[in-house]
């Protein structure tokens, strides 16, 4: 009886597998149930609920609410921010809103264990040479100040957001598409607030580099388009008219297309981004050792 029921369940898992491999190309959709593409969100929620909260407060969700990491594994190389009263205040809050997301998950759904995540200087200080294209020197330090902190956080929220955004179409049920609008409203305004704050700062150098605020959102969006390979998807926060609303304006304190739509991204290309690699196969980036749940783990096992 339990070896039918294990085989029943390998079979089960084969079949997920297939499913989610069966992508007719790169950019297509994929096969996943409901649960599995929320779920798949949930490693983005964990990423900035502890890049926040370590930022704004020096620790982590561990220290909030200890059981909602599901047994995963304590982020590595986190620290407190350097940051000035209000962008401290700002980050402080968006950390206690990705507290929430997280329970929420547990409340409706459930959770994953939280994936190993490398959020130390030297991990962003590589994407950002990826970035920019050269070495930066001294190397990018995303706890430096207020302006390296909205930097970094340029890199996160986005992601989720048009994560969220790809699969509303594709989920069955209300309940569901409900939540993800919700995690979808707060992911959406934060990301405005920082863009908001860099745009701010738009022409300012970013010290001790000889490149401006908006020169960095340009070179990170340019590489996330790169990584993703599904074309224009994300845009620095100063842009050529042909990319601004309605072609009327070189602003571009949000990121959406010729519609003023938000783009969407499947998970195939969140993982390429978020690992740093172009690969949703190879794992790296912020997430070592791979995202978890189904849909990141149907990848991993065909590495
Ligand atoms: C969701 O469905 C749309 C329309 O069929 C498709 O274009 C998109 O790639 C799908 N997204 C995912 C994540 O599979
Ligand atoms: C919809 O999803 C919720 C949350 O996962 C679940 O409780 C509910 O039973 C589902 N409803 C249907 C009709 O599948
Ligand atoms: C900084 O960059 C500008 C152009 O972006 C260039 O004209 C200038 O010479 C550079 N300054 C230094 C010190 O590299
Ligand atoms: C703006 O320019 C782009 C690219 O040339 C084009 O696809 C789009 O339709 C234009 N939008 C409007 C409102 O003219």
Not at 270 to 280: A, D, F, K
Request: aromatic content about 10%; hydrophobic content about 40%; overall charge neutral.
């Amino acid at each position: 009886m339990a070896r039918a029921l294990f085989l029943v369940f390998i079979f089960l898992i084969r079949l997920k597998v297939s499913q989610v491999m069966g992508a007719a190309n790169q950019c297509g959709p994929i096969v996943a149930d409901d649960i599995d593409y929320i779920q798949f969100a949930l490693n983005l929620e964990f990423l900035e609920a502890e890049f926040f909260l370590h930022g704004a407060l020096g620790r982590g969700l561990d220290t909030i609410a200890p059981t909602f990491a599901s047994g995963g594994l304590p982020p590595v190389g986190a620290k407190k921010a350097n940051l000035d009263p209000l962008i401290g205040r700002i980050i402080e809050e968006f950390g206690y809103q990705e507290v929430g997301h997280v329970r929420s998950y547990e409340k409706t759904i459930g959770g994953i264990p939280r994936p190993l995540l490398d959020l130390s200087p030297q991990n962003f200080a590589k994407l950002f040479d990826e970035a920019v294209g050269f070495k930066l020197s001294p190397p990018f330090d995303p706890y430096l100040d207020s302006v390296h902190y909205l930097l970094a956080s340029y890199v996160i929220p986005y992601v989720g957001l048009v994560g969220y955004v790809g699969i509303v179409p594709n989920l069955s049920n209300k309940t569901s598409v409900s939540l993800v609008a919700s995690l979808l409203g707060v992911e959406t305004g934060q990301d405005a607030v920082i863009r908001t704050l860099l745009y701010e700062r738009a022409n300012q150098k970013v010290l001790p580099y000889n490149m401006t605020v908006a020169e960095f959102t340009n070179r990170i969006s340019g590489l996330r388009n790169k990584l993703g390979m599904c074309g224009n998807k994300d845009e620095g926060i100063q842009v050529p008219l042909f990319l601004g609303a309605e072609n009327l304006t070189n602003s571009n304190i949000l990121s959406a297309d010729s519609n003023s739509l938000s783009y969407a991204r499947t998970p195939p290309e969140i993982l390429r981004i978020i690992y740093g690699s172009g690969s949703e196969y190879k794992s790296g980036g912020f997430y070592p050792n791979g995202a978890g749940g189904n849909i990141a783990m149907s990848f991993r096992h065909k590495a």
